[in-house]
């Protein structure tokens, strides 16, 4: 851990947005597949989100398709993921991880070997 760094985290109300950034200053992101994770308390961690560093393809979760964004600036080596919609059942620690492997459909954290320390989402009823 320590390699990824995840800011945009905070507190919104429900149906509202969050952008949340992951950066690397030790990793060149787009030779890794960078995912989105979360946990909420008393809950397992859930795959959200992977972006391919090669190709570029993407993978969403049924739970947030067609509301979050995963996208990536190579010029600032940071990936992001843009939240709409929020629900307060989406309130969780997210993680970005890096991964070596192409994004699996499965979004398994295992393969993921560089994590960030996570940015706390709150959303509000």
């Known amino acids: 851990q320590g390699q990824l760094v995840e800011s945009g985290g905070g507190l919104v109300q429900s149906g509202g947005s969050l952008r949340l950034a992951c950066a690397a200053p030790g990793l060149l992101l787009d030779y890794f597949a960078i995912g989105w994770f979360r946990q909420a308390p008393g809950k397992e961690r859930e795959g959200v989100s992977c972006?391919?560093?090669?190709?570029?393809?993407?993978v969403y979760s049924d739970s947030v398709k067609g509301r979050f964004t995963i996208s990536r600036d190579n010029a600032k080596n940071t990936v992001y993921l843009q939240m709409n919609n929020l629900t307060p059942e989406e309130t969780a620690v997210y993680y970005c991880?890096?991964?070596?492997?192409?994004?699996?459909?499965?979004?398994?954290?295992?393969?993921?070997?560089?994590w960030g320390q996570g940015t706390q989402v709150t959303v509000s009823s």
């Open positions: 972006l391919s560093g090669n190709d570029g393809s993407t």
């Open positions: 991880a890096a991964s070596l492997y192409a994004c699996s459909p499965y979004l398994r954290g295992y393969e993921y070997a560089h």
